[in-house]
Each structure stands twice: as C-alpha cells, then as structure tokens.
C-alpha cells in the first residue's frame, strides 16, 4: 500500500479501521431499519480491495 520497505503496520492498521468505520456508516444509511451486520459489508469491501490491487498490479506489470 505505501510502497515503503520495512515494517507497514501503522498504514494497515489505520486502513483496517477506515475500512471498518466506512462499512458501519455504508450499512447504517443503506439498510434503514433492517439489520444487517456490519462483517457482511467489511467482508465484500475487504474482498474487493485486494482483487483491485492485484489486478492494478497485473495491469502494471503489462506496460
């Protein structure tokens, strides 16, 4: 993610919890009164983002 060589944890760590408090705000607005846990949008969202920074890469890699 930063690009930078040695340990990354701070960056990771502050993404995870971005990650985290985007999906309780995305799943509070979206669903209204139906409850949906919060683990199903973190799970698609977490899934995502490492597809697209794989295939960012793979793309990369061809130019």
């Known amino acids: 993610m930063t690009r ?3 340990s990354n944890v701070l960056p990771a760590a502050w993404m995870g919890a971005l990650l985290v408090a985007a ?8 669903t209204g009164s139906a409850l ?5 949008v973190t799970g698609v969202a977490g899934g995502a983002w490492p597809a697209w ?11």
């Open 36 to 40: 949906l846990p919060v683990g199903v």
């Open 23 to 30: 999906a309780d705000l995305l799943t509070q607005r979206v």
């Open 4 to 6: 930078a060589p040695g």
């Open 53 to 63: 920074l794989l295939r960012a890469e793979r793309t990369a890699d061809r130019v």
